[in-house]
């Protein structure tokens, strides 16, 4: 007899998000792993598929079993997989490609840049995702991560953002004389200065990023001065600015230069705010996706001005391929050596699935809060 496991599920056509009975999953074929899912994020965007913005169910079922943000550990193997382990701890990633011959993106692995927009996404568009208990899916989707993260390796999707950010940050600039003297000894930024919009787990992690490369970091955000995440950012070398006591152009004026800006907050208003001061030769990183609110003014005479004189760049950027993902969890390790602790306060805390409805439909609270399949944890 077929087992079954719980899952945690939007069903749109009804309006509801539910805790449902799937039936364990087999391998399919012989590629595939079996993962037991420990840890599962709760994010942004898992908040808007339950608020029916977002997300499309497989094509034949009524509901989505949603979760995106995953770490799972195998327990077994399909025939055909040869590098892997029973007992490695993986992280699966979000994407799979689209099935259209002509999309170069997607027959070179790199779905994350697919032209067709026809991919899938686990936990988002039209796959089931990874807040349940079992899960199977092609070895070559799978992210292996050194046990000793295993507390903070739910925090390795959310950190892809980041790093892909800063894999096509390097290979852009490249345009110009912009690698900093002395890189390897004072970390490859050391020379330049980031600012990072909003304090939320993609905007935090991205920090950590930066910091660690050397760049003089600096968080604007909507919390006050004396909040605790002021205190997590310049426990890690960064500077905090509060939005509730500084404008943009205050913020430039403490910066300088700003040569680096990333958005991690959704908010379209603040972010062509924060445009409005790029510095020269400055490189803009789009990350969040506003809803709809409506047009708002923006100085778009200042801004092409600004683009054009100053060589900026604007770079919208979504999802993830292997190379953020190896760079996400090899960076997860460089964190917590350089800064014991800091990384695991970003996790709020672990909840049992039961606290699901609470955590996706409730007031968002903390950081980085994590539905936990593993009894042990
Ligand atoms: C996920 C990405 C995904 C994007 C758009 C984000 O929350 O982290 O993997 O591509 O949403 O659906």
Known sequence: MSQSMRAVAVVPGTHEVRLVKETVPGLDGPSDVKLRILDVGVCGTDREICAFEYGTPPSGSEHLVIGHESLGEIV???????????????????????????CRSCRAGRQDFCFTGDIRE??????????TEFVVDDA??????PKDLRSVAVLVEPLTIAEKGLLQLWSLQERLPWACPHSAKEGRGHCHRAVVLGAGPVGLLGAMAFAALGFD??????????????????????????????????????????????????????????????????????????????????????????????????????????????????DLGVFTKLWPGAVGKLITGRFPVEGHR??????????????????VA
């Not at 686990?122 to 807040?131: L, S, V, W």
């Not at 062509?272 to 996706?289: A, H, S």
């Not at 955590?359 to 593993?374: A, C, Q, R």
Request: glycine share 10%; with cysteine.
């Open 217 to 330: 970091t600096f968080v604007y955000s909507a919390e006050p001065d004396d909040h605790w995440k002021a205190g997590l950012v310049r426990s890690i070398g960064a500077h905090f600015v509060s939005a509730l006591t500084h404008s943009v152009d205050q913020l430039r004026d403490q910066v300088g230069n700003i040569d680096l800006a990333y958005e991690a907050t959704g908010n379209s208003r603040v972010t062509f705010d924060l445009l409005r001061v790029l510095g020269t030769n400055g490189i803009f990183i789009m990350t969040g996706v506003p809803g709809h609110r409506g047009p708002a003014p923006v100085d778009t005479d200042g801004l092409m001005r600004n683009m054009v004189l100053k060589n900026q760049i604007i770079l919208g950027t979504v999802n993830a391929g292997r190379d953020a993902f190896e760079a996400a969890i090899r």
């Open 358 to 375: 609470e955590l996706l439909l409730g007031k968002p609270s903390g950081v980085k809060n994590v539905i936990t399949f593993d009894s």
């Open 140 to 145: 070559r989707f799978m992210n292996v991560v």
């Open 76 to 102: 077994e193997l399909g025939p055909g997989v040869s590098d892997l382990r029973l007992g490695d701890l993986v992280v699966p990633m979000v994407r799979r490609p689209c099935r259209h011959d002509h």
């Open 122 to 131: 686990r936990g988002i568009k039209e796959a089931h995702g990874f807040m």
